[in-house]
């Protein structure tokens, strides 16, 4: 793994992000298009809920290995699910089951807008 991509997978690089979730307007620019209802999409317009991290040992050149946290996947709501994502008499299973996982290394770039569709945030892989 080069310094590039140790540097596009952590946590703190992506706190930005993390600042404004859950974030109603966001678009999600992906490396490859995934398939959503039949249809093949390179964005995906959607509420993003959060980020799931895991840990990952990295070994050194000369011997020995470090851990770092990282961002192993983002979840996100369907704008057509967001509604009833938050209506407050769905079960938590209920709920969990609208969330979509999108892997960190299909993810291109985020770009987080406001109400009236103003850009907030606008944030890459290097």
Known sequence: MDE???FNN????WREVKFYLPAKNA???????IEIEGTHHQTIDCFLV???????EHAIENGGAFIKNEVKSWQYVLPKFVELYHDKSLSETDKEALLQQLPHSNLRSIT????????????GKA
Not at 112 to 123: C, P, Q, R, S, T
């Open 27 to 33: 678009t999600l620019q992906l490396v490859e298009a």
């Open 4 to 6: 590039m991509e140790l």
């Open 112 to 123: 987080l807008k406001d109400k009236a569709g103003k850009i907030v945030l606008e944030k």
């Open 10 to 13: 952590d946590v703190m690089y």
């Open 50 to 56: 959060d980020y799931q991290t895991h840990n990952v």
